[in-house]
């Protein structure tokens, strides 16, 4: 009875701190160094120095500005999905192998999670006019 607990115990705790799947921005540089450059000249590198320290600590401004803690801003995985299954060669290069395990297509509602008008000060995205990570 009490591994079960503890089962359940971790699953609810990697749901909330979500962070255990997570590959980190700079690890994708090692093979995507042209979309690193890239993204580092956007907003979304930036985006948590808009933040004041205080406001660094509230869920209501880092779920967007920082969603993962141990990354930088608005990461790779923000908007690729979190990557430590998918982030090998032999899994990207087949694309369906990566996307069972965690890449996730970008659509509208890729941006629309932080970019949309209900919220503070969000106003709607398209990905195909918004070159958010490569210079296409
Ligand atoms: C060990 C090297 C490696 C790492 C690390 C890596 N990738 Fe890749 N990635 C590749 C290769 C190889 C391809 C396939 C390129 C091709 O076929 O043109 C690819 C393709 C992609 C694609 C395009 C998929 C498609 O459908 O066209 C995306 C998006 C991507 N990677 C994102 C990421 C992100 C985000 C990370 C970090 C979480 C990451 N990659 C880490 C090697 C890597
Ligand atoms: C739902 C997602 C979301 C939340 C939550 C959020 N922001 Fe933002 N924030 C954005 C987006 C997206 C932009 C870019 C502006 C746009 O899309 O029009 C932005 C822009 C900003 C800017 C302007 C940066 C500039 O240079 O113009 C500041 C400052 C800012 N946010 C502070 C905050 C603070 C403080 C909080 C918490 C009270 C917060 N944000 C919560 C999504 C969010
Ligand atoms: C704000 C969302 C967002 C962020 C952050 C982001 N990307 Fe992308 N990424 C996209 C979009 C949109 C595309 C274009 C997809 C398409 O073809 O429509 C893309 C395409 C790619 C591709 C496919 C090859 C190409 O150049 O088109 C790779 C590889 C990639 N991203 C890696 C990364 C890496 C590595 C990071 C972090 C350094 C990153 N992305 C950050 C949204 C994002
Ligand atoms: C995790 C939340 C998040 C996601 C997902 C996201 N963004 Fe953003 N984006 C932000 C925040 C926060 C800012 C404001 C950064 C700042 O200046 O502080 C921003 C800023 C921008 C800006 C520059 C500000 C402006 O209003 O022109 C563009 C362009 C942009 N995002 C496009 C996109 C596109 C396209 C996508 C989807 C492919 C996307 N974003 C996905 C959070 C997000």
Redesign the pocket.
């Known amino acids: 009875m009490k591994s079960i607990v503890f089962v359940v115990l971790t699953l609810i705790s990697i749901s909330i701190f979500g962070d255990s799947s997570h590959f980190g921005s700079q690890n994708c540089a090692q093979c995507h160094q042209k979309q690193y450059e890239h993204w580092k000249k956007t907003p979304h590198f930036k985006a948590e120095n ?2 004041t320290d205080a ?1 660094k600590k ?1 869920a ?2 880092y ?3 920082k969603p993962e803690q141990s990354d930088v801003g608005v990461s790779c995985e923000s908007c690729h999905g979190d990557g430590k299954y998918y982030a090998k060669s032999y899994v990207m290069k087949d694309k369906e192998l990566a996307k069972k395990l965690g890449l996730k297509p970008i659509t509208k509602s890729s941006c629309s999670k ?2 949309n008008k209900y ?5 709607e995205k398209d990905p195909k006019k918004e070159p958010v990570c490569t210079t296409k």
């Open positions: 808009s933040l406001q509230e209501k401004c779920s967007c500005h932080c970019h919220s503070l000060h969000g106003s």
